[in-house]
C-alpha cells in the first residue's frame, strides 16, 4: 500500500516516519519537496517528495496534515486526482492562524468536519489524528500497555476499517466512533481532545462500546 501525505511538518512527518517504519510507501506533497532532502534521507528510502498532486495520484489512502486554511485551495487543487479515494483528514482549526475560514469551522454545530467534507464531496473522508500533539505520537507509539487512543469517524466502512489498520500499524489503539457526524465529538475543546487518553480511556469517554 502507498500513502500520499499533504504536508510534511510535525503531524505528516511524523506519522510518515511511522508509517515508513511499519513498511508503507510514504510519499509527502508539499510545496517544496527539495527541502525534505535531509528528513527523507532517514527513512531507508521507504519515503519521497513530490508535488500535493504527486502524493495524491499514486496512493491508495492519503492523509491530510496541512494548516486548516488551506483547505480550500488545496481542496481545488487535488479534488480531480483525489476522486473517491479515502482521505484521513487530522487537519484542526487553531485560531487566529487559520483566519475566517478556521473560526467558522469551530463555530459549527456539526463539526469541524463538515467545513472540509464540501470541498471534497467525492472523497471517503474520515478524521483520524486529529485530537493528539505530534509529541505524543512520536514519544508514544507502540508504548507497552494500553496504548494512546486515536478517535476514528467516517461513513465509508471500508476506509474507516483501513484508517483503523493503519493507526494501529503506526503504534496506537483505533478507536471507531461512529460516522463522519460523530467526529464533532472529538473536536477542539472535547474531553478527549489533546488528553493523551489510552484506547481505552478515549473508548469510556466516548462511550464507544
Not at 149 to 163: R, S, Y
Request: proline share 7%.
Amino acid at each position: 500500500m502507498r500513502i500520499g501525505i499533504l504536508g510534511a511538518g510535525m503531524i505528516g512527518g511524523t506519522v510518515g516516519r511511522l508509517w515508513a517504519d511499519a513498511g508503507y510507501g510514504v510519499t509527502f506533497g508539499v510545496r517544496h519537496p527539495e527541502r525534505l532532502r535531509p528528513m527523507l534521507g532517514e527513512f531507508g528510502g521507504k519515503a519521497r517528495a513530490g508535488s500535493a498532486i504527486d502524493a495524491v495520484d499514486g496512493a491508495d489512502i492519503v492523509l491530510a496534515a496541512i494548516p486548516f486554511r488551506a483547505w480550500p485551495d488545496v481542496a481545488a487543487e487535488i479534488g480531480a486526482t483525489l476522486g473517491d479515494k479515502a482521505l484521513l483528514d487530522a487537519t484542526v482549526p487553531d485560531p487566529p492562524r487559520d483566519g475566517a475560514f478556521g473560526d467558522a469551522a469551530l463555530a459549527r454545530g456539526d463539526g469541524v468536519a463538515f467545513a472540509v467534507a464540501p470541498l471534497l464531496p467525492r472523497a471517503k473522508l474520515v478524521r483520524a489524528f486529529s485530537t493528539v500533539m505530534w509529541t505524543t505520537l512520536q514519544s508514544q507509539a507502540h508504548r507497552a500497555g494500553d496504548r494512546i487512543g486515536i478517535p476514528l469517524a467516517g461513513d465509508d466502512k471500508e476506509a474507516v476499517a483501513l484508517a483503523a489498520r493503519l493507526v494501529a500499524d503506526a503504534g496506537f489503539d483505533p478507536v471507531v466512533v461512529g460516522p463522519l457526524s460523530q467526529s464533532r465529538r472529538f473536536d477542539p475543546g472535547a474531553a478527549v481532545f489533546d488528553s493523551d487518553m489510552s484506547g481505552p480511556q478515549v473508548r469510556a469517554a466516548l462511550g464507544v462500546v
